[in-house]
Structures are given as C-alpha cells and as structure tokens.
C-alpha cells in the first residue's frame, strides 16, 4: 500500500504541490514515475531523458527534487548530479540506477546525492524514498 498522506500534508502546509524532475532515458521507468504523478495532486512531475536536459531544465525551472539514472547518453547522470549541484547545491537527488558499478555510485555519492534507490524500483518504494527526501529538504532549512 502506498503511503501518500504525509507527502499530501507536506503540500497541504507549504500551499502547492512540490515539482520532481525525473531524469532517465529508458521510457518504461519514466512511465512508472508518472504513474506516481496521477496517483496525487501533491505532486507534478516533469521528465528528461537525459543528464544534458536535466541541467537545462534545472536552469530554467524551480524544482523541489531530482531522480537522476546514472548511465544514460547524452551526460552520464554522475556529470549531471555534479553540475545540478553547482547551479542549485540545496536541490535534493535520488540516484536511480539499474548497473551502476560501485565506483559511479560513490562518485554520486560524493557530488551530494541524497540517496539511492536499485531498479526495478517499486512505486511504494520510490515514494518512500521521494517523501523522505522532501522532508529532509523542507525541514532542513536549507531552501
């Protein structure tokens, strides 16, 4: 059973829905992901296929949160995490990946992702971990 109730009151106290940017290249994932977006008016989901439109996306927008793939064309997601942090150091990532060696996971690590989470990811699961993350986030004080 997926637990929405403490992500809905979170949107609820902070007056609108928080905004993801779901970063993968593989359509299947992201239909997954947006699968999350219908299940709650807490939540808008936005995609990129790409480490290279996740930064250009991140420039141009407000996000409250990033899940990043790590081996994608275009930018490997250890690149993109390293510069979505440069631009927004306060922004959250969840790694997502499938094959990731240990050494590209560290790497993520290092560059300030928040967590990590293995494909097949189960939607309970991911937003676990996506709630998590924004609470982390918004108490923190650090936005």
Do not use: W
């Not at 239909?31 to 299940?39: A, G, N, Q």
């Not at 290279?52 to 793939?69: E, H």
């Not at 560059?111 to 986030?137: C, H, I, M, N």
């Amino acid at each position: 059973m997926i637990k929405l109730n403490k992500i809905e009151e979170m949107a609820r106290q902070r007056g609108r829905s928080f905004r993801i940017l779901i970063v993968d290249d593989e359509p299947r994932v992201q239909d997954v992901f947006k699968e999350f977006c219908t299940i709650t008016p807490s939540v808008e989901v936005d995609l990129a296929a790409n480490g290279l439109d996740a930064i250009n996306k991140v420039r141009a927008n407000n996000y409250d949160l990033v899940t990043m793939d790590l081996i994608m064309p275009e930018m490997a997601g250890v690149e993109a995490v390293a510069k979505i942090k440069e631009i927004k150091p306060h922004l959250p990532v969840i790694i997502i990946t499938g094959n990731a060696t240990e050494r590209l996971i560290n790497q993520a690590g290092i560059r300030g992702a928040a967590s990590l989470l293995y494909k097949p990811v189960l939607l309970e699961d991911f937003v676990d971990e996506v709630t998590l993350a924004l609470q982390k986030s918004t108490t923190g004080g650090t936005r």
